[in-house]
């Protein structure tokens, strides 16, 4: 009797693991096979407000430099939240791994859609969505990005756990 006790306690211990396990498990990257990845969607106390602030100063510097503004896409910041997550998890380095499968994405929604993606990092929090455009602006290439003649952006944002912000930007025009 004592020894079925605690096969049962074992049981129920291994049972309540692995429930554990499941209800836990985060759904794989769309961009890198096996990799897990948190929510694409934003953080409304944080990161999407600063993927707001960013959208809103991209569109202000397009204002005396570009005519047209850039309407915001959730598809596009979808894919740029997965790419920022990955980098800011440490599953893939800081760079533009990936971004013809970004942009396939993408194309599932906005059919010849031609893009450009800008990437950041920084180690603090404090105006970096400012620091960012600055960075951008002040590189010849990437500012024909910002100023380019594009209809649609997403941003995403992430933070690492010491405290990193990466930014995922991607703007597209659709060809006809």
Not at 65 to 71: C, D, G, K, T
Not at 112 to 138: M, R, T
């Amino acid at each position: 009797m004592k020894g079925s006790l605690v096969l049962s306690t074992i049981l129920l211990f291994i049972s309540i693991v692995i429930i554990q396990c499941e209800r836990d498990k985060i759904p794989d990257s769309p961009m890198i096979p096996g990799a897990t990845i948190t929510d694409p969607e934003p953080n409304a106390n944080e990161t999407g407000n600063l993927e707001r602030e960013l959208y809103n100063l991209v569109n202000q510097y397009r204002e005396v430099n570009q005519p047209n503004q850039l309407n915001w896409s959730n598809t596009i910041s979808k894919q740029c939240r997965y790419h920022s997550n990955d980098i800011a998890s440490g599953r893939i380095p800081f760079g533009h791994d990936g971004k013809e499968a970004r942009l396939e994405k993408i194309r599932n929604t906005f059919p010849n859609a031609v893009g450009a993606e800008l990437i950041y990092q920084q180690n603090s929090g404090y105006q970096f969505y400012q620091k960012a455009i600055d960075h951008w602006k002040n590189d010849q290439n990437r500012n024909q990005i910002l100023v380019g003649n594009y209809q649609r952006m997403g941003i995403g944002i992430a933070k690492s756990e010491n405290g990193n912000y990466v930014v995922t930007m991607i703007l597209i025009f659709q060809e006809n």
